[in-house]
């Protein structure tokens, strides 16, 4: 699954020069093409990753899938925070669901 999502992010006309907001992820999660779709999974799905243990402790059976429901549902929910950037909106959903016991860290 991991080779498949980094592959998808390889194919020219997906990468964008701007960063992505809130509004764009979204938009991808909503496409009714799988490759928007996939794109926006292994988007949530980096962001997750690089802030595992620091900001976001998801329990280990925790799939790509439920991550991307629990964005989703955040940027569904705040319609008015989606103008940040997408990575952002991604740590602040998923470290109010699943957060690092004794870490600290701000929240938009």
């Not at 509004?23 to 496409?31: K, V, W």
């Not at 997408?86 to 699943?98: F, G, P, Y």
Request: hydrophobic share 40%; proline share 5%.
């Amino acid at each position: 699954m991991k080779k498949t999502i980094a592959s998808l992010l390889l194919i020219p006309g997906i990468a964008c020069a701007e960063f992505l907001d809130g509004n764009g992820l979204l938009s991808r999660m909503n496409d009714s093409e799988s490759i928007p779709k996939m794109v926006a999974l292994g988007y949530v799905q980096g962001v997750a990753d690089v802030y595992a243990r620091v900001k976001v402790c998801a329990p280990q059976n925790v799939t790509a899938g439920q991550a991307r429901d629990v964005v989703k549902q955040y940027l569904e929910l705040n319609p008015e925070r989606r103008h940040y950037s997408a990575d952002s909106l991604v740590v602040n959903a998923l470290s109010q669901v699943w957060p690092c016991a004794n870490r600290g860290g701000t929240r938009l």
